[in-house]
């Protein structure tokens, strides 16, 4: 069975100071995985694919990564309009169906 | 840019009685998926349905729940018969292939 697991659970930040969430994962083989965004009352929002390892894809302050057993998401200078719950999720071969991690909720206060 | 649409976006309803879930996924997107996020837990799956039919589910997509696409544009969740375990969010999405866009939710309350 797919697993996905997010650290840390919450994290707090300055404006201005950077930081990487963590997302570990165990598929039978690996479609993709996915980054989202989702804030407080609303669906998750959409914010990277990784499909191989080695991959980083960029979008303004945020960087992802990915290794054969994990995904970092790389925070640098945030704002406050930053603070959101991430989101990581694993598309397995096997399955349509995406698996999702408990979420890491970042704070950045001015 | 296209987005997925769902309504109400507050549902209450009391137990035992049917409750529909409304969403108009993205137009050319032709993967459809419902998903649950229980107050402070996980996003989590329940049924994806492609080519008219359900093609996976999970354990939690009981007799108690069905999908259907009426028309060509509309995806609805039924539940049957509700129990207050099913209060929850519960977000429709679509895709072309990966990843998922999903709606802003419809808030699941049952008393």
């Known amino acids: 069975e797919d697993q996905v697991t997010q650290s840390p659970e919450a994290l707090r930040l300055q404006e201005g100071e950077s930081s990487s969430l963590n997302c570990s994962y165990t598929?039978?083989?690996?479609?993709?995985l996915f980054w989202y965004r989702q804030d407080p009352g609303k669906g998750p929002e959409f914010l990277f694919t990784l499909y191989s390892a080695g991959e980083e894809k960029e979008k303004e302050r945020l960087k992802a990564t990915l290794t054969k057993k994990e995904s970092f998401l790389h925070i640098t200078a945030p704002k406050p309009e930053d603070s959101a719950t991430y989101l990581c999720?694993?598309?397995?071969?096997?399955?349509?169906?995406?698996?999702f991690g408990d979420g890491t909720t970042l704070t950045v206060k001015p | 840019e296209p987005e997925v649409t769902q309504t109400p976006s507050h549902q209450v309803t009391q137990m035992g009685q049917e409750v529909i879930l409304r969403c108009v996924p993205i137009s050319n997107h032709l993967y459809f998926y419902w998903y649950r996020q229980i107050l402070g837990q996980k996003v989590e799956f329940l049924v994806s349905f492609y080519n008219n039919e359900i093609s996976e589910k999970s354990e939690i997509f009981d007799d108690q729940f069905s999908v259907e696409r009426p028309d060509g544009s509309n995806f609805t969740l039924k539940i049957r018969s509700t129990k207050l375990e099913d209060s929850a969010m519960y977000f429709c999405a679509s895709s072309a292939e990966r990843p998922l866009h999903f709606g802003n939710g419809t808030r699941l309350t049952v008393t």
């Open positions: 598929v039978s083989g690996l479609r993709g």
């Open positions: 999720a694993v598309q397995d071969t096997n399955a349509g169906k995406s698996t």
